[in-house]
């Protein structure tokens, strides 16, 4: 059995490293066509997934080189779960809708590919998890997440072709549902890695018996527990910033934000208009009101696999401060800002 399992581990490990690299030729650029564009995953996020998927394998690896056969479920347990998260990545690879003119073309997460003619869509809705498509016959085409690339390049496409978005957002924006928004991204990453923790310890105990399998349960639980808990503690100021922030300005124009969401139907965290601005990307929170900016000092673009970019400002009291966010979010903000 350890001969079939050294080159197994081998394989799964050097396998992320061949989808990385395909990963890497696969066309990732921005486009601000609306006319022909591919609205997919973005490759930062295929890439973690890719980066984290040997990490089992790895580390089945090292087992198989100390303890031997002693530990054979556990390799095994790993090898699945290796497996298991470059499919995961795969799907996120395969992932697209292509949109050429008046004609859409779909690629599920399981590689399905269907093609649909504008013509034929019966109707979009818009729910706070993204863009549901729905054929004429009443079937679903297509969902696409506000995360994806060219999600807005959609957005402008279908208000360009006459393509009604039927809005099933219920409630206006606050700033603790845009707070809730920011840290739901933390809060799932804080998820998936506690579970990884869990499985870990439990598996564990098949190679040390010493304690309990209660006992393991329990140090695995409370391991999850407290790393999701730290993780969403240490990214607190990430968010909380934006909402200093918008406290300040509700001081400065003597107004309530939440009224103001209200008071312009606005139900969308990703909302900009002549008089608001509103981002909710990356956990933070970029939020402003026109009048309360007064100039761009200067800004850092970003390339194509950079995270984050950074733009300093200029208050109307004269104070500067420096508003770090997504790319595309600073971007916009200073053509706001300039506009």
Same mark, same amino acid.
């Given at each position: 059995?350890?001969?079939?399992? %050294?080159?197994?581990?081998? =394989?799964?490990? #050097? *396998?992320?490293? +061949?989808? !990385? $690299? ?27 997934? %890719?980066?984290?998927?040997? =990490?089992?394998? #790895? *580390?089945?690896? +090292?087992? !198989? $080189? ?27 690879? %395969? ?245």
């Amino acid at each position: 059995m350890e001969r079939l399992l %050294l080159p197994l581990i081998i =394989i799964l490990i #050097v *396998l992320p490293v +061949i989808f !990385l $690299l395909m990963l890497n030729n696969l066309n990732y650029n921005t486009t601000k066509s609306i006319n022909r564009f591919t609205v997919k995953i973005k490759h930062i996020l295929v890439k973690i997934v %890719l980066f984290i998927s040997p =990490i089992p394998a #790895v *580390l089945a690896l +090292i087992l !198989l $080189l100390i303890f031997s056969s002693a530990i054979i479920d556990v390799l095994i347990f790993l090898c699945v779960m290796t497996t298991a998260i470059l499919l995961f990545g795969i799907m996120l690879m %395969l992932y697209k809708l292509e949109v050429d003119s008046d004609t859409l073309r779909f690629r599920s997460f399981f590689g399905m590919t269907k093609c649909l003619n504008t013509a034929d869509i019966d109707k979009i809705v818009e729910t706070e998890h993204g863009l549901t498509i729905f054929k004429n016959s009443g079937s679903k085409f297509a969902t696409l997440s506000p995360s994806c690339l060219h999600y807005d390049n959609f957005i402008k496409y279908c208000h360009k072709n006459g393509l009604i978005i039927k809005s099933k957002i219920k409630h206006q924006i606050t700033k603790f549902s845009l707070f809730l928004n920011a840290m739901r991204v933390i809060f799932k990453i804080g998820i998936f890695v506690g579970v990884f923790i869990i499985i870990l310890t439990i598996s564990l105990y098949f190679v040390n018996k010493s304690l309990s399998f209660t006992e393991h349960l329990l140090i695995a639980v409370g391991g999850s527990v407290f790393f999701t808990l730290l993780l969403l503690l240490a990214s607190l100021p990430l968010p909380l910033k934006g909402i200093r922030y918008i406290t300040k300005q509700e001081k400065y124009f003597g107004i309530s934000f939440n009224e103001e969401m209200q008071k312009h139907n606005v139900r969308e965290i990703n909302y900009v208009s002549y008089e608001w601005f509103v981002s909710v990307r990356m956990s933070r929170i970029i939020v402003f009101r026109r009048g309360y900016l007064s100039a761009v000092l200067s800004s850092k673009q970003s390339g194509r696999n950079i995270v984050t970019s950074e733009i300093n400002v200029l208050v109307n009291d004269g104070k500067k401060i420096k508003l770090v966010g997504h790319p595309k979010t600073i971007e916009e903000l200073r053509e706001w800002i300039t506009s």
